[in-house]
């Protein structure tokens, strides 16, 4: 009973989540679209009429001459920094506000960290984003390399002045550079439910990035569920960890492929995560307190912490670690780990009906091999077509089948509701005497009024952000303090 309650309710709201995304996207479109109008009614379909395409020229070359004052540098840049300058990761965001843990400094004059005891390899800064960046609209995520400049290493403070290209970069959570997923499940409390659990990998595996599935909680479950849970998860493509948090088994086997990445925790919730990293951080920390000073320097920071469990907000009553709270906690080994709050609903937002099966590495098998296995059709979505390779005898079938329909009905949703992206925002008329006009394409639901769900949602939005804001503050002074110690 249990376990097909939690199904039913992934399914439910990662459905919800999906059109719940695509309609705030949309309206906050339209209702941008609606005010410029109102503004002046005529002056824009006067304005295309007259020079159809200059306005859209000058707002591309705009931008050009923007990001000519920031280009994005590329991994193997070595820009010279001056003592106010410093190359760090960004390990969290709140509101305005960018903590970032230093990886090159001036004094060490190269990327290797330096090993002298002036050296400011991991001293934690506070950074604001510079202007420009944001005008020509480059975000800063959690996990993008930086360039900060104007430091002023006493009260460590500094200002973020430009990104580095980015490996990688993944939507829910928004983490830039991750190099390796873990998905972790729990083989009871709660139960392991295969469903979900191909949910989580689709999600996974549709980032491209290399993943890791472990299974916690094993003391709580004989051998045979074990070695039965082994071929399962063999037969679908995977090699799976088997851990436990409370016995410590198989947690020197994570410690070991977490070192040097950046990874990302993804699981549902109460199979072990938080307490997955708290193991994890805590016997680093043991283990390397006297021969690393990396964690010496960021002592007293937030993120040497244990994880927080369970914190809401004190104004809206939402649960407080939003996807927009993540942060990247280091790790002694080199490289990070971070919390997934929010990651629990896998949307699938990124997978397509055509890159489905892709996702599914009992099937990508058949799919890449050479000649003559490979799928005769290139458009096939292998549901029995003649001539398909994938056949249906294979375990996870009904899960394909069953995520392939709910992919079908958003994408129809999508094109029912806002379009192919391809189409334009200006619209031509054949106007008096047959001369063509443009005129700005009206918005779809223009004259929709803002639904009271979606006032909601903004007040509580704010009312976060106002709690946002009261920690900002809490930190400005938190760092204060220390300056003065
Ligand atoms: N028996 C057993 N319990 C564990 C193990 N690991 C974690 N737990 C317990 O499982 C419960 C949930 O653990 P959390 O670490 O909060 O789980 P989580 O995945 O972070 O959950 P959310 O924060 O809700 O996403 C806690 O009561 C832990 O003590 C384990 O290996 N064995
Ligand atoms: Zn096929």
């Not at 392991?192 to 990035?209: K, M, N, Y």
């Not at 399962?232 to 198989?250: A, D, I, T």
């Amino acid at each position: 009973m249990a376990i097909s309650s939690i199904s039913i309710f992934c399914q439910r709201s990662s459905v919800h989540l999906t059109l719940n995304n695509v309609l705030r996207g949309g309206i906050r479109c339209f209702s941008i679209a609606a005010a410029k109008q109102q503004h002046n009614p005529n002056s824009v379909s006067r304005k295309l009429h007259q020079q159809p395409n200059k306005k859209l020229l000058r707002a591309k070359h705009t931008f050009k001459d923007y990001s000519s004052l920031a280009p994005v540098l590329s991994p193997n840049d070595k820009p010279p920094l001056s003592d106010t300058q410093a190359i760090g990761t960004v390990a969290s965001a709140q509101a305005n506000f960018m903590r970032v843990v230093v990886q090159s400094e001036h004094s060490s004059g190269s990327f290797e960290e330096g090993s002298d005891d002036s050296s400011r390899i991991g001293v934690e800064l506070l950074c604001v984003v510079k202007a420009v960046l944001k005008k020509i609209k480059r975000r800063v995520l959690v996990g993008d390399t930086v360039l900060v400049g104007s430091i002023d290493w006493v009260d460590r403070r500094g200002m973020i002045e430009n990104v580095f290209q980015r490996s990688s970069e993944i939507l829910d959570p928004p983490v830039a550079n991750v190099d390796h997923l873990l998905v972790l499940f729990s083989l009871d409390q709660p139960k392991v439910e295969p469903f979900t659990l191909t949910r989580f990998l689709v999600e996974a595996e549709s980032t491209g990035i290399p993943l890791t599935l472990a299974l916690n909680k094993v003391e709580l479950v004989d051998e045979e569920t074990i070695v039965l849970w082994q071929s399962k998860l063999r037969s679908w493509g995977y090699k799976p960890v088997f851990c436990s948090v409370e016995s410590k088994v198989g947690l020197d086997s994570l410690a070991f492929i977490l070192r040097d990445q950046t990874t990302v925790i993804v699981g549902p919730s109460g199979v072990g995560k938080s307490s997955l990293i708290n193991a994890l951080r805590n016997s680093q920390l043991a283990s390397n307190a006297t021969d690393d000073n990396w964690f010496d320097t960021i002592l007293g920071s937030k993120w040497l912490e244990d994880q927080r469990v369970g914190e809401v907000s004190t104004r809206s009553g939402r649960g407080k670690h939003t996807t927009r709270n993540v942060s990247l906690l280091p790790l002694a080994g080199g490289g990070y780990l971070a919390d997934t709050p929010g990651f629990n609903q896998p949307s699938l937002l990124k997978v397509t009906k055509q890159s489905l099966a892709q996702t599914f590495p009992e099937v990508r098998k058949l799919l890449n091999a050479n000649e003559p296995a490979k799928c005769s059709f290139n458009d096939c979505l292998h549901l029995g077509e003649p001539g398909c390779v994938v056949k249906g005898d294979w375990e996870r079938y009904p899960f394909y089948f069953q995520l392939l329909d709910e992919i079908r009905i958003r994408e129809e949703f999508q094109l029912r509701t806002f379009g192919t992206k391809k189409e334009g925002d200006v619209r031509y008329k054949v106007g008096d005497k047959g001369v063509q006009q443009a005129e700005p394409r009206l918005e779809l639901k223009k004259h929709r009024r803002q639904s009271r769900k979606r006032i909601n949602q903004s007040f509580l939005d704010e009312l976060d952000e106002l709690d946002e804001d009261d920690e900002d503050g809490e930190n400005l002074l938190d760092l204060e303090n220390h300056s003065v110690n």
